[in-house]
């Protein structure tokens, strides 16, 4: 089957328009929906040129504290040869529309819908739009923990179309991810895949972990437990979840369920407080 992603167009809301909507924050998650993504949300970054973006989670003390999500927006001839400001920055781009001319070290690639990118620290690239239409993406940011002993990841071009999903067990297929990052390879210290759920699915239990979590509706809806709360979910909404945070989910149709997500993985947990200087001593 053939994949669809969700692409926010902004604009802005009539006067006529009702003031409830479904955005929630709490001390254990946050519901931002489509809705909420208009014009007068955007943001934009030094040296990219037509180019605005939705930041859709943020480091933040006591809630999730390891990564930022944006969706970003490149008109025709818009982009960056001055992408990542940061060089302690580990990124993933993936592509919902348009074409993406991602440029590393030297060589060029073109990332379609779909189209997969892990970029490491340290990583020299560019990235510009020379179609006709408007370019959108994920990019996920997130510094990279260094581990003596363990080299640093290199450059990953990929295609959630050219890879087969991984069934959970003992779910004839139902509930199915798609990795670009092998799990046993533990240089990386986050993973962004693609969870699909067919209609009936479920996720069947209350995970509690310690991973935090950016979920981006891709497809379809679903009814999402989170926290203490049954949440109602469809494309374009954004889910993201502190460390902890209690979730299960059941897909009710009549299409598939799919999202975008983002965990912590493959690192001791700090014993420090952010900021916080050793103060051991001896006895």
């Not at 930022?68 to 993933?92: F, K, L, M």
């Not at 979590?213 to 469809?234: M, P, S, T």
């Not at 897909?251 to 014993?271: C, E, I, Q, T, W």
């Given at each position: ?57 943020r480091?933040?003390?006591?809630f ?18 001055r ?21 590393i ?31 959108s ?28 999903p ?10 199915a ?9 533990l ?25 935090e ?36 989910c ?25 900021g ?8």
């Amino acid at each position: 089957m053939s994949s669809k992603y969700f692409v926010p167009s902004g604009g802005h809301p009539g006067q006529e328009q009702l003031l409830t909507d479904r955005a929630v924050f709490t001390n254990a998650y946050a519901v931002i929906p489509k809705g909420a993504m208009q014009d007068i949300v955007t943001s934009f970054l030094p040296f990219w040129e037509k180019t605005r973006l939705w930041v859709l989670s943020r480091p933040l003390s006591g809630f999730a504290e390891t990564f930022s999500q944006y969706i970003v927006e490149v008109a025709p001839g818009g982009g960056s040869d001055r992408t990542e400001t940061d060089s302690s920055a580990e990124a993933v781009i993936f592509v919902v529309e348009g074409t993406a001319s991602l440029t590393i070290i030297g060589r060029q690639h073109e990332l379609q819908p779909g189209g997969y990118a892990y970029l490491p620290p340290r990583t020299e690239w560019t990235l510009h739009n020379k179609g006709q239409k408007n370019l959108s993406f994920h990019w996920i940011r997130k510094y990279y923990e260094e581990v003596d002993g363990l080299e640093t990841p290199e450059v990953l071009i990929a295609n959630e179309n050219d890879i087969a999903p991984t069934a959970m067990p003992g779910t004839d297929g139902k509930w199915a991810t798609t990795r670009f990052v092998d799990p046993k390879d533990l240089r990386h210290d986050m993973h962004v895949t693609i969870v699909t759920l067919e209609p009936g699915a479920v996720i069947p239990f209350a995970e509690t972990h310690v991973m935090e979590h950016g979920l981006y509706v891709l497809e379809g809806k679903a009814v999402y437990r989170l926290n203490q709360d049954w949440v109602e979910v469809e494309a374009g909404d954004y889910m993201w979840l502190r460390a902890f945070c209690p979730q299960a989910c059941y897909a009710g149709g009549p299409g598939r369920f799919r999202y975008l997500l983002y965990k912590d993985v493959n690192r001791h947990m700090s014993l420090r407080a952010p900021g916080q200087v050793s103060a051991r001593k001896t006895l």
